[in-house]
């Protein structure tokens, strides 16, 4: 793994200290003789492992006891329809803010539930701005609203979130959780694929305001309920082992940098690097969203032509920048660079670009 740096969107990079640690625990998991991947979901070495995830992530989030925490499969694609079943019922209509590709998604998902509105959309920026959430016109009785507060493939973070009174926000926040200190009060439902900032694919993490559980109807099917998990804990069936072991090493670990805000800090000078240099390399590179609504996890950019691009990966890909190949369905180049990328990975990144340009300008 020397002398590679990576910049790949999903799954992300990792902590190398938490990675270290994992390769032990998989032979003899804390020294009980046996390995992670095999303990049983009920026993104590796992409920241990399971409650304290569950009570870091209410710490790092600053969370009151309204809210259950829960570690669900089938990613936050799952989401996109178990949001919608457990919350748009009763004739209501639900609103999505379309800023980007997955709150597409998000947004295309719900139709085949109920009615839907959407209230507002990026749409005629192309998606390379996001659209003002200062002033939305929310229905008083709407089932919730619907955003996703970094949009991975478009490059685009949100700066604040709508204050949506009375109706539940539910927030879409697999490509930034823990990057930045956020108002928790304000969500009623949050939901994050593990796989970015937290750790392997194959869990997502949802966390729900306890009073929302009474508007979710008795006749959907248990394993898609929210009451059902939170009723069992989030144990009510065999819940991915061993990625929620993994998310609570790299939950001790944002905790030992400082916390989210430890996290912000480092985050934000990690995209001044790479910014920068797109900013100041006089049209050679071009960065896709508009400033105001630049992600700090996915810097995504253009070179000068096709012709250079190619060259470009190819080059990266020498000299061990990995994952700079943004999403297939979007054609630019992307660097993620979640909790987990060293700053000195970014420096490296940005170094390499400054070169590329000097060889190619
Ligand atoms: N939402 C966002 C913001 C994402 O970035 C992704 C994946 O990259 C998804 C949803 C879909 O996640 P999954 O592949 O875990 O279903």
């Not at 304290?52 to 989030?61: N, W």
């Not at 493939?153 to 930045?180: A, E, K, W």
């Not at 694929?193 to 966390?207: D, E, H, R, Y």
């Not at 060259?311 to 987990?340: C, P, T, W």
Request: charged residues 20%; negative net charge; hydrophobic residues 40%.
């Amino acid at each position: 793994m020397a002398n590679t740096y990576n910049f790949n969107a999903g799954p992300g990079a990792l902590p190398a200290e938490v990675l270290q640690e994992a390769q032990e625990d998989l032979r003899n998991f804390r020294g009980i003789g046996t390995s992670i991947l095999e303990i049983s979901h009920r026993s104590k070495a796992y409920e241990a492992i399971h409650h304290e995830a569950q009570q870091l992530i209410k710490e790092l989030m600053g969370l009151s006891s309204d809210y259950e925490v829960l570690f669900l499969p089938g990613g936050a694609s799952l989401q996109f329809s178990m949001v919608p079943i457990n919350f748009l019922t009763d004739g209501k209509v639900a609103g999505y803010i379309h800023c980007g590709t997955w709150s597409g998604k998000a947004w295309q998902e719900a139709q085949k539930t109920g009615q839907t509105l959407v209230l507002a959309s990026g749409e005629k920026q192309n998606f390379k701005q996001m659209p003002d959430l200062s002033n939305l016109n929310i229905p008083k009785e709407m089932a919730y609203v619907h955003l996703t507060s970094n949009e991975t493939i478009d490059g685009l973070q949100c700066r604040s979130f709508p204050d949506t009174g009375h109706v539940p926000l539910v927030v879409d926040m697999s490509s930034d959780i823990f990057s930045r200190p956020v108002e928790a009060s304000g969500f009623s439902l949050i939901y994050a694929g593990a796989q970015k900032n937290l750790g392997p694919a194959g869990v997502t993490i949802v966390i729900v305001r306890r009073s929302l559980l009474e508007r979710i109807p008795e006749a959907i099917p248990d394993i898609l309920s929210y009451r059902t998990h939170v009723n069992h804990h989030s144990l009510y069936n065999t819940p991915p082992v061993f990625s929620v072991y993994m998310v609570n090493l790299v939950l001790r670990w944002i905790m030992k940098q400082g916390g989210v805000q430890g996290m912000a800090d480092r985050n934000q000078q990690k995209a001044d690097l790479l910014y920068h240099v797109l900013d100041n390399s006089g049209g050679f590179y071009k960065g896709l969203a508009y400033k105001d609504s630049r992600s700090m996890m996915n810097v995504t950019f253009r070179a000068s032509s096709p012709e250079i691009e190619n060259k470009l990966l190819v080059e990266l890909e020498q000299e061990g920048f990995m994952g700079l190949k943004g999403h297939r369905d979007a054609g630019h180049l992307r660097a993620s660079i979640y909790n987990a990328v060293p700053y000195d990975h970014c420096k490296a990144l940005a170094d390499f670009l400054s070169d590329f340009q000097k060889r190619n300008g």
